[in-house]
């Protein structure tokens, strides 16, 4: 079976379990940047060197335990749709997309590791993991790490650290990045002041799909900036500490919601929830917003919220490639939005929907 | 018991039946204006006469069988929200919830039958059905006409008619009114159009609740203008043919909207009924698009959707007046429309809204 054919069908494995803080935090990802010693960088190289080498970074990786059940694909040999389907995943970049010539991916079954290979750098070690396990993620991908480096020898400076493409990764090549769900601060409206905190700091925020990207029912990504002169141990324990300042201020702001608008937050919550349940058509953005409140009902005790790991799943899968991608067809995006409706209800367990008899 | 506190509990028993194209008319009302000779006008009498008059048609009404197992009472003794609830009920006008002295009210216990006493005429008959049904209501309303005039000289002028207060009702003194739900023609956007030409054959179209009030939820009242110069059957069939062309413009209308925007539609009114299924607060202004919405989906024929006499009810006893009443209490604003979103869930069987466990 093809690898992909396959991911369409189930739930995704990494998170199927809430983790660590999961009412709030969705995943902690770690990144790590790497680059092989003799092998010109991506940008500078010629096919015939990133085939070569690509080969050899996708050899190297499947002989890991961590991918002995995994797949390797080279993307610019995907369908277009394909490709959008692993970047929904956050299995790959948006560049990737676009990208030709020799650049693959490596990926356990579960997806919680896989290998970017030739994207802006020559390797990309990735580890997702759901709620908020920083640490246990980092060592995850630390070991991927040492492991490649067996094979593979990865261009490090005394001075500088590990060398990439662009300065802003040199040193650690590390980010650390955890996907929170901030909809109290945002009500209350104390978000704003909270991110340019957190930017001053040394840290970035950053929409639902990463860099550049509009933040989409209140998920924030919160990341490590700094990459050159402090350890990865010093990265990995400022974004901790900010991370769980900003989970007590959320908590404090549920609780003033919870005692001066407690009916207003369970309307806005209960009328998504109606809306996920029964609308006909659904939007792609739209239905982040949807989500997004019912995970709030659910992080405030609601009972009869579908849970967390259901509304994580549908999140992720409810996005168009994923859609299309099950439907095994292309879809303009009104048949989309009928289909994401029909889906979502399927998967919450909705069953008396009305509909016309024809 | 006191007679209203009775009709607080139970459904609206003329309203139990959809009738005839019950799908798209609510009801059809008939209203009969009479003066009784030897007393003068209600807004020209002191109030002793009126007192005099209205025990006299008090008695007679009551001895009618229409009345057998009827209730009457005094306006002015009632508590304002006694009188809010009789007006939501349409059995008396907004003028009468404000009047001092002796005005009163006899209805039958299905309130199908009514008699307004000293409102703006001595006696305003009243016969409410559900549905289409011009012909059968005005015989009932004559019927009830017939039997009081034995005992009350009704003031009648060979030329000009019946004699009322206000010139507008000189004749015939009959108002005929359905009560017709028109989305399709609204979404359309042909309803003004058609709404003048109603209004150049010499009928009216008023919202609601009656003369001077909005337009909710695509209902619309049309009845005759004219009371003088033409007879009851003229007056009658007129209307009839009217509200028909109406009734068959609105059918196009929806096969219209069925051929060219389905899923929209069918997406705007699970909407709507998701937002009545789920919602924790719901206004009384609201809540009748809402029902409007839900009432187009049982029209089209959308299986799961709330049975129209489910959803006539639900919007006669979810009035303000009507909740308070049922509550035993004034209710602020706020109170009321958490009251009745929980009482629309349980009359529309509803059983699995979330709550926050506390």
């Known amino acids: 079976m093809n690898p992909i054919a396959e991911m369409v069908q189930g739930p995704v494995g990494w998170l199927r379990n809430q983790g660590p803080e999961g009412d709030r935090i969705l995943s902690t990802r770690i990144r790590l940047a790497r680059n092989v010693v003799g092998t010109r960088f991506c940008g500078r190289a010629i096919d015939a060197e990133l085939a070569a080498l690509g080969d050899q970074i996708e050899h190297s990786s499947l002989l890991l335990p961590e991918f002995a059940e995994g797949s390797a694909v080279q993307i610019s040999k995907l369908p277009i749709l394909d490709r959008q389907f692993l970047l929904e995943r956050h299995l790959i970049s948006h560049d990737l997309t676009a990208e030709v010539g020799s650049r693959g991916l490596v990926w356990a079954r579960d997806e919680s590791r896989s290998v970017m290979i030739n994207e802006e750098d020559h390797v ?119 991370v769980r300042q900003i989970l007590d201020w959320e908590k404090k702001a549920e609780n003033t919601l919870l005692s001066d608008a407690e009916l207003q937050i369970e309307d806005k919550i209960l009328r998504a929830l109606g809306t996920l349940k029964y609308s006909r058509l659904l939007g792609s953005g739209e239905v982040i917003g949807l989500l997004s409140a019912a995970r709030f009902g659910s992080t405030l005790g609601m009972k009869n919220v579908p849970p967390v790991p259901v509304l994580n799943d549908v999140l992720l899968r409810c996005q168009p490639a994923h859609l299309q991608r099950l439907a095994g067809r292309e879809m303009v995006a009104e048949e989309r939005n009928a289909f994401r409706a029909e889906w979502i209800q399927k998967n919450l367990g909705v069953s008396d929907v009305p509909r016309r008899e024809v």
Chains 1, 2 share one sequence.
Do not use: W
């Not at 480096?149 to 090549?173: H, I, K, M, Q």
């Not at 998920?219 to 900036?225: I, K, L, R, Y």
């Open 124 to 242: 990309r070690i990735q580890v997702l993991m759901p709620g908020f396990q920083v640490e246990t993620a980092y060592a995850a991908a630390r070991e991927v790490d040492e492991k490649l480096r067996v094979n593979l020898p990865f261009a490090y400076d005394e001075s500088l650290g590990y060398l990439t493409a662009c300065p802003t990764n040199v040193g650690t090549g590390l980010r650390a990045s955890v996907l929170i769900h901030l909809p109290a601060l945002v009500l209350t409206q104390r978000i704003k002041k909270i991110l340019k905190g957190v930017t001053q700091v040394g840290l970035t925020v950053r929409g639902f799909y990463g860099e550049g990207t509009e933040v989409m029912g209140n998920f924030f990504q919160v990341s490590n900036q700094v990459t050159l002169g402090e350890t990865e141990a010093e990265t990995l324990k400022k974004l901790d500490r900010v």
